[in-house]
């Protein structure tokens, strides 16, 4: 069993930046796959991000050149960096773990474990 607890939501103008943290349980987080989405009122879960075990990331779309997920194994805990935050990117949050990688990081069904989530609202 992994758990998983977020942090670092909360009120930013348009513009501003955040950080989100995730922080895992387990002794075996190095070898995770670790992903964020986010989910708007009225919209589907979203793929935001993903770490692979080894460090390589992938970014969705609408985030790219905004977000930067990077993780610290020898605290269990991988980050989403925010920048230059939209309006459009106010959701709920969701750290997401994935034990045993088969491919298909951007897709939620493929995540063993998912965190509470955070809010994050920005405002015009």
């Known amino acids: 069993q992994v758990q998983l607890v977020e942090s670092g939501g909360g009120l930013v103008q348009a513009g501003g930046s955040l950080r989100l943290s995730c922080v895992a349980s387990g002794r075996t987080f190095s070898t995770y796959t670790m992903g964020w989405f986010r989910q708007a009122p009225g919209k589907e879960r979203e793929f935001v991000a993903a770490?692979?075990?080894?460090?390589?990331?992938y970014h969705g779309d609408s985030v790219k050149g905004r977000f930067t997920v990077s993780r610290d194994n020898a605290k269990n805990t991988v980050y989403l960096q925010m920048n230059s935050l939209k309006p459009e990117d106010t959701a709920v949050y969701y750290c997401a773990a994935d034990t045993f990688y088969t491919g298909h990081y951007y897709s939620k069904d493929k995540y063993d474990y998912w965190g509470q989530g955070t809010q994050v609202t920005v405002s015009t």
């Open positions: 770490i692979r075990s080894g460090s390589t990331t």
